[in-house]
Structures are given as C-alpha cells and as structure tokens.
C-alpha cells in the first residue's frame, strides 16, 4: 500500500505575495484524490517529532533556542519565516511526516511526505525556509535504530542540500548526492560526498543525461540499503527561481529515473516533495503530483 504523510497544519500562514507556495500542501492532496490515484486510507497524520529524535541531526542548543522561540533575529531572517509556536510545530509534523513514511517504505518499497525536503536546515542553524532536516533527522533514526547501514540521499532540487551535506559531512553511513543549479542558492555551498553543478538554461538531454550516469555510478558504488530522494520541482523552465530550461516531460522523466532505480536494485525509497516556484499554482501542484503517478505506475499499487 502506498501510504503518504499529510497533516493539515502542514499548510502555515504567510502574507500575501509571499514567494513561498504555501498553498501546494492543500491542492496536493486534494488533486492525488480528485484523479482516483489515491484515497483517504492512502494518508496518514504524523504527530509532532520530539526533541530527542530532533537532536539526532541537529544541535542541541539550536533546536533549544528554536523551540523555545530564543533564535536571534539574524538567523529568523536567514530561515525566511517569521519564527513563531505554530511554524515550529508545523515543522515538528512534518518531519515526523518523513520519519514515519521511511518507515512504511521500509514495509512496503515506497512512502511518501506531502510536504518535507527541508534540506537547507544544517546542524546548528535553518535557512531558506527550512528549521529542521527531515530527512537527514529520519535518516539518522534509521541508522540509530539499525533499519538501515548504508543511506543514499538523492537530491535533485535546484538549490543544493547544503543543510544535508553540513549534517552529514564525515559520516560514512550517509551518501549525500546533490545535483544543482550552480549560480544559483545558496551561494556559498557545501560539500556533498557528490556534487553535479548545473549551468543556467540546461535542458532536458543533457540533464537527463548527467542524472542518467550519475544514478548508474550511485547505485553500484554506494550499493545503498535505503533512499531518500528529495524531489523538488523547482527545475522546470516556468520555476521564477529555478534558472533551468527543463520541461514538465523531463522532470516527468527524472522521477521515473529514479524510482525504477530504486525498484531494480530493491531499495526501499522514503520521498519528500521538495521546492516548487512556477509562477502558476497549478504547474507546481501537477510537477509534484507527477511524482506520484511514477511511483504508482513503478511500483504497481
């Protein structure tokens, strides 16, 4: 069964204009269910993560100060958020979000977070809209548990996972792959076990292609025990941040790529949905729920 993490605090206030798509949490879902791909028992609500599975990637006295709402305003304005008790517990949600679906992935191949692929937030400080690393929190779970040996971390939205990288950099359990725009956020980078750095305007072919090699060299190098693949869309030529030329028909492409890669070499893969910015809500929702459509076709639910 296809399970995927949904919660409706997952959708948070902002102000108008905000360049953040807030609204994407809601239409998701409700787009998944409208097509028949899904229904209601396909979702499940995640509670909030606590402290202590928190601090398995983060900094203890960071996520203390965000908790208590004590960050200084310097870093509130590097996360892009006003800071306030119900960002943080919508952040708690969906992080559980990603820990419970590598959970269900583990049982049933692949799961899926509405929301999630908060792969800016590093060790000891957020940004980019990202408080906390869901998957680099669920990815250390797994190892703290012994559900997995050797994690493969696929990152393919177009701003790099420096929060990834900075988390586990030296940790030879976690295999971080980024594969990014390169003048584009952040601008300082960190360093990922690989990095792929994308000239502006690329295209399908060549990015198809450099993915293509990328997965084959991945796969039988890292030979990796668990995925997680962040999935932002945020690649497509209609992204206002994005700086690619990738069509819907790759990024269509992409997730098939990555999915059979994971189906062939039977590895359980856990997906969050990642950055989106096209100009049209409805681009967004679509990019992202072609992602679904891949996974139910791959995986035969």
Partial sequence: MLKIAHHTKYVHPVREGHRFPMLKYELIPEQLCYEGLVSAVNFFEPEMVDFETAALAHDVDYLRRLFDLTLDAKMVRRIGFPLSQELVERERYLVDGTLKSALFALEYGISFNVAGGTHHAGRNFGE???????????????????????????????HQGNGTAHIFEGVSPVYTFSMHGDKNFPFIKERSDRDVA????????????????????LFETVNPDFVFYQAGVDILGSDKLGKLKVSAAGCRERDRMV???????KV??????????????????????????????????
């Fill in 128 to 158: 980019g809209f990202c408080l906390m690393n869901d998957q680099a929190i669920a990815a250390a779970y797994l190892l703290k548990q012994g559900l997995a040996t050797r994690i493969l971390i696929i990152d393919l939205d177009v």
């Fill in 198 to 217: 994308l000239e502006d305007g690329i295209t399908d072919d060549l990015y198809l292609k450099l993915l293509s090699e990328n997965l084959a060299f």
């Fill in 259 to 265: 999915l059979e890669s994971c189906k062939v070499h």
């Fill in 268 to 301: 359980p893969v856990q997906i969050s949905m990642g950055g989106g910015y096209s100009t049209q809500i409805r681009d967004i929702v679509n990019a992202h729920v072609e992602t679904y459509r891949a996974a139910i076709d791959i995986f035969d639910f």
